[in-house]
């Protein structure tokens, strides 16, 4: 079981920037993809970004398509979301969380994450 670690949530203006960082421990060569979704207050759990661990293919959301980057570092097993041009609608819970075998858009899908973290982006 590969375990995963969110860090580098906070409080920032409209506009400004946040990284956040995934870290996978445990087995994280067995997975085959890793994703971020997030979750605001009275709302479901939504995709936001998902990168195939092998090849380094990357899927986003519209609403952050050309904002956010998601990325790797092989050495580190750690996953990265770089979050620009941030919006109050951004504000919410970001987890990651990974799949053994494939990708998807649907959270319901994997069956590993970590805790999350807050992202707070004040008007």
């Known amino acids: 079981q590969v375990q995963l670690v969110e860090s580098g949530g906070g409080l920032v203006q409209a506009g400004g920037s946040l990284r956040l960082s995934c870290a996978a421990s445990?087995?994280?060569?067995?997975?085959?993809?890793m994703a971020w979704f997030r979750q605001a207050p009275g709302k479901e759990r939504e995709f936001v970004a998902v990168?195939?661990?092998?090849?380094?293919?990357?899927f986003y959301a519209d609403s952050v398509k050309g904002r956010f980057t998601i990325s790797r570092d092989n050495i580190r097993n750690t996953v990265y979301l770089q979050m620009n041009s941030l919006k109050p609608e951004d504000t919410a819970v970001y987890s990651c969380?990974?799949?053994?075998?494939?990708?998807?858009?649907?959270?319901?899908?994997?069956?590993?994450w970590g805790q999350g973290t807050q992202v707070t982006v004040s008007s």
């Open positions: 969380a990974s799949h053994r075998s494939r990708y998807s858009y649907s959270a319901t899908e994997y069956d590993n």
């Open positions: 990168l195939v661990w092998n090849g380094g293919h990357t």
């Open positions: 445990g087995r994280p060569g067995s997975s085959y993809s």
